[in-house]
């Protein structure tokens, strides 16, 4: 699990790379058309899908002589699991917190 | 027609037994007591978390060394009702302004006088910028679990 989220985050680091999952979160693409209107090139552009794709963000497919890419969120859903835990237990101390200053009726 | 694919938000909702004014003032200007300490942006150890009362305020940690560290802004200040942060702090646990998370918390009045709370995390999508503090933060002793029980212990003492 905490490899597999490493491998997540680092995907994610790099700004091209980053911009290349935004644009996916919004469909599908071919690999053509992605590299269309970034600026880098086409080779460029396969090399991120393929690191998005070893970290589980991504999947592909054959699209006749193309190959479509979409976001995987499964990938995507092992990194919320993360922060929704945390979440919830930040948030548990919030309300024991205020709950417990209440009692004390502190100055305001 | 395209479909949007996005990570969900992360939505908590809670009751806190005490008014919306409390509860708004408890999360704000009593952020130092509840927030857990052992996890820095810094290299050292977190001193202080403050989020300062106002839109535009700085939300950030101070080390015992001194040291400062910005984890985003306040972005929107409407005491006691709502409060939204900018969270910039990315996977590798580091300030990142690039990395836009929001975090909106919601204070409202129950007709018993407690808070319900509202809680949400959004735009995860934005997430991102590195491995190793991520592996840091969730491989040190008993994780996240570990350090907010102490600090749960801590309060409730």
């Known amino acids: 699990m905490t490899d597999r989220l490493s491998t997540i985050f680092a995907a994610l680091a790099d700004p091209t790379r980053r911009e290349v999952f935004e644009r996916l979160s919004r469909g599908p693409r071919a690999v053509g058309d992605l590299a269309q209107d970034l600026p880098v090139s086409r080779p460029a552009v396969s090399q991120h899908l393929k690191v998005l794709k070893e970290a589980g963000l991504v999947t592909d497919r054959p699209d006749g002589a193309r190959r479509v890419y979409q976001i995987d969120p499964q990938g995507l859903g092992q990194m919320r699991a993360w922060l929704d835990q945390f979440w919830d237990q930040a948030l548990e101390a919030f309300k024991v917190e205020a709950e417990r200053n209440d009692r004390e009726d502190p100055k305001p | ?157």
């Open chain 2, 1 to 157: 027609m395209n479909q949007i694919i996005q990570p969900a938000a992360i939505k908590k909702s809670l009751t806190v037994a005490v008014s919306p004014e409390k509860a708004f003032a408890v999360f704000t200007d009593g952020f130092d007591r509840w927030w857990p300490k052992s996890h820095t942006i810094g290299s050292g150890s977190l001193k202080q978390a403050i989020i300062e009362p106002r839109q535009g305020g700085r939300w950030y940690g101070i080390d015992v060394d001194g040291s400062e560290n910005e984890w985003g802004e306040v972005l929107a200040w409407e005491p006691p009702g709502r409060l939204l942060l900018a969270w910039r702090i990315n996977g590798q646990w580091t300030y990142d302004p690039g990395c836009n998370t929001e975090i909106e918390v919601l204070f409202t009045a129950t007709a018993d006088g407690q808070t319900q709370v509202e809680f949400e995390h959004r735009h995860l999508e934005r997430l991102g910028e590195g491995a190793e503090g991520a592996r840091i933060a969730m491989d040190s002793p008993g994780g996240w679990g570990g350090i907010l029980a102490g600090f749960k212990q801590a309060a409730e003492s």
